[in-house]
C-alpha cells in the first residue's frame, strides 16, 4: 500500500471497562461546551444578561436534535418510515425477532437549519427585545464551529466518507470495511466549517458586521452551503435516491436542499437592514 493512503481503523471510543464513551459523543458535547463559552463572551459584549443563556442552550439542543432527526426521516427515508412511523420517535427498531434498541439512527442537518431559526424565533421573541435575526448572527459563530467537530465525529466513526480517489492518495476506512483509499469528506467538511468560524468570529469584534442585521447569518449560510453543494459530488450517496424519477439528477437531494438555503443567505447578505446598537 502506497504511503500516501492513510489507513483509518480508530476505536469506538474510550472503553471505561462498563462503558464506552464513544468519540462522537466526545466530539458534540466538545461542540456544546465550546459553543456556550464563547457565546457567554457575546451575550458580554452585547450586555445581554448571561441568564438568558439557558433557554437558549435548551431551544438550541432541543431544535437541533427534532430538525435533524424529522430532516433525515421526511428528506432521505421516508419510504422506510411510511410504513414504520414509531420508529420515528423511538430508538427502536421492528425486526424479525422483535423491537431491537438500536439509538436514533438517522439524522440530517439541512433539518437543522430549519428547526434551530424556527426555535430562534420564538426565543427571540420571548427572551430578548432584539430582532429574530440577531441572535442568528450569533449563533451562527457556533454552529460553524458545531460542524467542524460534528463533522471529525463522523470521521472518527468512518461514516459519510468520500468515493474513491483512483489513486494513492486518501484514507482508507478500514472500520467500514473499505480497501481502497477513499476522499475524507468529513476532513474537507469539519476544517472548511473552522475556517469559517474563524472568519465570523473575526468580522464580530473586528468589523462593525454584527450591527447589520442578518447579514453574519446569510454569511453563513452562503459559505456553508455552498460547500456543502460542492463536497456533496465527492462523497458517496448516503441514501438511494430515484433513479430515473429523481428530477434533480445528478444532484443528490443534500446539494438540492443546500441550494435554496445558499440563496436565502445571499439575500440576507444584500438586503438593506436597519443596524442595530
Known amino acids: 500500500m502506497s504511503f500516501l493512503a492513510i489507513e483509518w481503523n480508530p476505536s469506538l471510543g474510550i472503553d471505561l471497562g462498563f462503558?464506552?464513551?464513544?468519540?462522537?459523543?466526545?466530539?458534540?458535547?466538545?461542540?456544546?461546551?465550546?459553543?456556550?463559552?464563547?457565546?457567554?463572551?457575546?451575550?458580554?459584549?452585547?450586555?445581554?444578561?448571561?441568564?438568558?443563556?439557558?433557554?437558549?442552550?435548551?431551544?438550541?439542543?432541543?431544535?437541533?436534535?427534532?430538525?435533524?432527526?424529522?430532516g433525515d426521516v421526511f428528506f432521505y427515508s421516508w419510504d422506510y418510515y411510511q410504513n414504520n412511523l414509531l420508529e420515528i420517535f423511538?430508538?427502536?427498531?421492528?425486526?424479525?425477532?422483535?423491537?431491537?434498541?438500536?439509538?436514533?439512527?438517522?439524522?440530517?442537518?439541512?433539518?437543522?437549519?430549519?428547526?434551530i431559526p424556527i426555535a430562534m424565533y420564538f426565543y427571540a421573541k420571548k427572551h430578548l427585545n432584539k430582532p429574530w435575526l440577531f441572535i442568528l448572527d450569533r449563533l451562527a459563530i457556533m454552529v460553524a464551529l458545531a460542524g467542524f467537530f460534528i463533522?471529525?465525529?463522523?470521521?472518527?466513526?468512518?461514516?459519510?466518507?468520500?468515493?474513491?480517489?483512483?489513486?494513492?492518495?486518501g484514507v482508507i476506512f478500514k472500520a467500514a470495511g473499505e480497501t481502497a483509499a477513499r476522499h475524507p469528506t468529513q476532513l474537507y467538511e469539519a476544517?472548511?466549517?473552522?475556517?469559517?468560524?474563524?472568519?465570523?468570529?473575526?468580522?464580530?469584534?473586528?468589523?462593525?458586521?454584527?450591527?447589520?442585521?442578518?447579514?453574519?447569518?446569510?454569511?453563513?449560510?452562503v459559505v456553508l452551503w455552498s460547500l456543502r453543494f460542492v463536497i456533496e459530488f465527492l462523497k458517496e450517496p448516503q441514501v438511494q435516491?430515484?433513479?430515473?424519477?429523481?428530477?434533480?439528477?445528478?444532484?443528490?437531494?443534500?446539494?438540492?436542499?443546500?441550494?435554496?438555503?445558499?440563496?436565502?443567505?445571499?439575500?440576507?447578505?444584500?438586503r438593506k437592514s436597519k443596524k442595530v446598537a
Open 90 to 115: 423511538l430508538p427502536f427498531k421492528n425486526s424479525a425477532e422483535g423491537w431491537k434498541f438500536t439509538g436514533f439512527t438517522g439524522f440530517a442537518s439541512h433539518g437543522a437549519a430549519i428547526g
Open 19 to 70: 462503558f464506552v464513551i464513544r468519540w462522537y459523543s466526545l466530539m458534540f458535547v466538545a461542540a456544546f461546551l465550546l459553543g456556550l463559552r464563547f457565546m457567554k463572551k457575546i451575550y458580554i459584549e452585547d450586555k445581554i444578561p448571561v441568564e438568558k443563556m439557558d433557554p437558549l442552550f435548551m431551544y438550541v439542543f432541543l431544535s437541533m436534535l427534532i430538525g435533524m432527526r424529522l
Open 241 to 270: 435516491e430515484r433513479g430515473e424519477e429523481w428530477i434533480f439528477s445528478p444532484l443528490n437531494t443534500g446539494q438540492v436542499l443546500s441550494i435554496p438555503l445558499a440563496l436565502i443567505g445571499v439575500w440576507l447578505m444584500l
Open 151 to 169: 463533522r471529525f465525529g463522523n470521521f472518527f466513526n468512518s461514516e459519510i466518507y468520500g468515493k474513491e480517489t483512483g489513486s494513492s492518495f
Open 191 to 221: 476544517f472548511s466549517y473552522l475556517a469559517l468560524f474563524f472568519v465570523m468570529w473575526h468580522l464580530y469584534w473586528k468589523t462593525n458586521k454584527k450591527q447589520q442585521v442578518g447579514f453574519l447569518f446569510g454569511l453563513f449560510m
